[in-house]
C-alpha cells in the first residue's frame, strides 16, 4: 500500500513562531505536494515539487517556503506563522507526468495562537 | 488554465438512496483524467473513482459510478444504495496526461460537495 505520513495531526504553534510540516512518501513518487484545506475554498496548492530540490509555487505561496532535499521528503516551511495560517494542511505524492491520481497523507491541523 | 467547478457545497441524500454529484471543468485538451476523491471525518483523502478522457465507457466501481460527458466537460459522481459511510466531502480533480514540463503538472481540485446521508 502506498503510504504518504505528515508528521503530526495536530499542531498548535505561537505567531511568529518558524513551523515545519514534514511529508514523507514511500512509493518513489516523483511529485509531491502541499495544498491547504479551508472551509468553502476547497484545497488550494501551496508548493509542489516534481524532483529533489526542485519547485513550483501553486496558488498560495506567500508566507511559505518548501524543502525537498531527499526524493521520499517534501517539507513545509512557515516562516514567522501567523494566524491566517490557521489551517488544515495536506501533503500528496504522486507518479509524473502520465501518471494518475496523487495519494494523500491524514492531514495536520495546525492552529496558530 | 484549467479549472474544476462544484456547485453543490452541500447535498443530503436518504440511506439507501441514489444521490448524484456535479462537477464541471474547463480545458482546451483532449487527453487527461477526471477523478472523485473522498474526504471523510477522519481526514484522509482517497481516491473513489477515476476516469482517463480517451475512454468512452463510463467508469464504476461497486456503487459508485460516473456519468462523463466529454463534449459537455461534466463528470458527475452517482452513489448508489448510500450507506451512512459514505458521508464526506467529494472532491472532483482535474490532471492533464499530456504535460510538456514538469512544472505544469498539477492536480486542480473542486471546491468540494458535503454529503450527508440520513439514516
Known amino acids: 500500500d502506498v503510504k504518504v505520513t505528515q508528521s503530526s495531526r495536530y499542531l498548535v504553534k505561537r505567531t511568529g513562531e518558524k513551523v515545519f510540516l514534514e511529508c514523507v512518501q514511500d512509493?518513489?513518487?516523483?511529485?509531491m505536494f502541499w495544498y491547504r484545506q479551508d472551509p468553502g475554498l476547497g484545497l488550494r496548492l501551496i508548493y509542489f515539487?516534481?524532483?529533489?530540490?526542485?519547485?513550483e509555487k501553486g496558488d498560495i505561496p506567500e508566507g511559505y517556503s518548501v524543502s525537498r532535499e531527499k526524493k521520499e521528503r517534501f517539507s513545509l516551511i512557515l516562516e514567522s506563522a501567523s494566524t491566517n495560517q490557521t489551517s488544515m494542511y495536506l501533503c500528496?505524492?504522486?507518479?509524473?507526468?502520465?501518471?494518475?491520481?496523487?495519494?494523500f497523507g491524514q492531514g495536520t491541523r495546525l492552529t496558530v495562537v | 488554465a484549467q479549472t474544476v467547478t462544484q456547485s453543490q457545497p452541500e447535498m443530503s441524500v436518504q440511506e439507501a438512496e441514489t444521490v448524484t454529484l456535479s462537477c464541471t471543468y474547463d480545458?482546451?485538451?483532449?487527453?487527461?483524467?477526471l477523478f472523485w476523491y473522498k474526504q471523510p471525518p477522519s481526514r484522509q483523502m482517497i481516491l473513489v473513482i477515476r476516469?482517463?478522457?480517451?475512454?468512452?465507457q463510463n467508469a464504476t466501481e461497486n456503487r459508485f459510478s460516473v456519468n462523463f460527458q466529454k463534449a459537455a466537460k461534466s463528470f458527475s459522481l452517482k452513489i448508489s444504495d448510500s450507506q451512512l459511510g459514505d458521508a464526506a466531502m467529494y472532491f472532483c480533480?482535474?490532471?492533464?496526461?499530456?504535460?510538456?514540463?514538469?512544472?505544469?503538472?498539477?492536480?486542480?481540485f473542486g471546491k468540494g460537495t458535503r454529503l450527508h446521508i440520513l439514516p
Open positions: 515539487s516534481y524532483d529533489v530540490k526542485m519547485k
Open positions: 512509493m518513489d513518487h516523483e511529485n
Open positions: 500528496a505524492s504522486s507518479y509524473r507526468r502520465g501518471g494518475t491520481e496523487a495519494f
Open positions: 476516469q482517463e478522457a480517451y475512454k468512452q
Open positions: 480545458t482546451s485538451e483532449s487527453d487527461y483524467y
Open positions: 480533480a482535474y490532471r492533464s496526461y499530456r504535460i510538456r514540463m514538469n512544472r505544469d503538472d498539477k492536480i486542480i
